[in-house]
């Protein structure tokens, strides 16, 4: 069974880089019809779309977050990552990475989802 | 841009009750249109996509109906385990994704 583990700092100062990294075990990043996502939540707060990878690296991102926001794939090593750089305490929550999967040809839905990462922003 | 708005924001119901939740898009999204179940401290989890079809595992007292803009998610008898904030999220603007704001499923 799929399963995705986020890993980084919990702690990042102001105007810095935020980096994170997520893990799949249980199956391949390489099929056609998935896109591995990124989600944030801030606190006691919805869930915002950050953007997504596809296997062979097109990505997508949020227009609210474009300007800032980098992600990257390693499919040999089974990982992909977010950089979201000039961080501030806006940027406080909890991230987590998902798989957004292809269902009846056209319907996209997040089926895997990892536990989630807190990070704060502050000095 | 497409706006989802779920009601009511949150809800007090018993054990065994019906629960009806609401989402709604600012325009037509057919059936592009995706429920997820967020326990706290938890990451969300899957439902029901494609507006009606039940993602495997999940109890069949959850069902979902809809189209175009109007969307409900129905508990048909609320069991304790139920008890948690519910999104809806639309993927008809792929690659774009939006969640509407939740609705917090919480005990009389």
């Known amino acids: 069974q799929l399963q995705l583990q986020e890993s980084g700092p919990g702690l990042v100062r102001p105007s810095e880089t935020l980096s994170l990294t997520c893990s799949v075990s249980g199956g391949s990043m390489g099929g056609r019809g998935y896109y591995w996502s990124w989600i944030r939540q801030h606190p006691g707060k919805g869930l915002e779309w950050i953007g997504y990878?596809?296997?062979?690296?097109?990505?997508y991102y949020n227009p609210s977050l474009q300007s800032r926001v980098t992600i990257s794939i390693n499919t040999p090593r089974k990982q992909f990552s977010l950089k979201l750089s000039s961080v501030t305490a806006a940027d406080t929550a909890v991230y987590y990475c998902?798989?957004?999967?292809?269902?009846?040809?056209?319907?996209?839905?997040?089926?895997?989802w990892g536990q989630g990462t807190t990070v704060i922003v502050s000095s | 841009d497409i706006q989802m708005t779920q009601s009511p924001s949150s809800l007090s119901a018993s054990i065994g009750d019906r629960v009806t939740l609401t989402c709604r898009a600012s325009q037509s999204i057919s059936s592009y249109l995706n429920w997820y179940q967020q326990k706290p401290g938890k990451a969300p989890k899957l439902l029901i996509y494609?507006?009606?079809t039940l993602q495997s595992g999940v109890p069949s007292r959850f069902s979902g109906s809809g189209s175009g803009t109007d969307f409900t998610l129905t508990i048909s008898s609320l069991q304790p385990e139920d008890f948690a904030t519910y999104y809806c999220?639309?993927?008809?603007?792929?690659?774009?994704?939006?969640f509407g704001g939740g609705t917090k499923v919480e005990i009389k």
């Open positions: 998902a798989r957004d999967s292809l269902r009846q040809l056209y319907y996209y839905s997040m089926d895997v």
């Open positions: 999220q639309e993927s008809h603007s792929t690659p774009q994704k939006t």
């Open positions: 990878i596809y296997y062979t690296g097109s990505t």
């Open positions: 494609a507006a009606s």
